[in-house]
Structure formats: structure tokens, C-alpha cells
């Protein structure tokens, strides 16, 4: 599945895919599945939340 999206992403002329995930255990299976079609991560990021 993830291949397919990928190849109709690049046949649509975009240049780059970006998939965010949780750095949590419980996320550890679609990290790895993520790694498995060809994305290389992990990137380092911050996000700040606020409650309003």
C-alpha cells in the first residue's frame, strides 16, 4: 500500500513525502514499516502546544 502511494506521489511531480509519527513503543511497528518502503527519519522536532 505505502509503495503504491508513493509511486502515485512521484508520478504527480511531488518531490518529497513527509509522514509524521509518535516517538513512543507504541508506535515502534509503523516506524519500522516506514523504514521497510524506503523513508529515513528519524528527524528531530518540536511542537508546543497550548490549551486555550
Given at each position: 500500500m505505502?509503495?503504491?502511494i508513493l509511486e502515485q506521489?512521484?508520478?504527480a511531480g511531488m518531490k518529497a513525502?513527509?509522514?509524521?509519527t509518535g516517538g513512543f513503543e507504541a508506535q515502534a511497528?509503523?516506524?519500522s514499516t516506514y523504514e521497510k518502503v524506503?523513508?529515513?527519519?528519524?528527524?528531530s522536532s518540536v511542537e508546543y502546544?497550548?490549551?486555550?
Open positions: 505505502y509503495e503504491f506521489m512521484k508520478l513525502a513527509i509522514v509524521n511497528p509503523v516506524r524506503g523513508l529515513s527519519g528519524p528527524v502546544h497550548v490549551k486555550l
